[in-house]
């Protein structure tokens, strides 16, 4: 049995948060373009800097997964771009949703 490979695109504080829960059971590539983001992640998953307002490279990088989840803000053409492409893509609400500190 394969390891699924799981993109996610964005590495901020959501991002990143789902980049090292994944990485414990699946192959995990985070896609950013803030270097600065990207370097936190380095040891943990792998990095490639990439902007997602580019449609073609997007597509490009997104054709070698088997899920793509989106940790980017407010990305509403990055939707149906992903559905268009037929990739399996997950979207995780922005962090003032999470409650990371239950009570």
Known sequence: MSILRVAILGAGNVGSLVAYELSRDFEVWVASRSESS?????NIVHTVKLDASNTSALRDFAKGFDIVVNALPGVQLLYRFMLFCGHRLISVPPHRFLDLHPP
Not at 38 to 42: I, Q, R, T
């Open 38 to 42: 990207l370097a936190k992640l380095k």
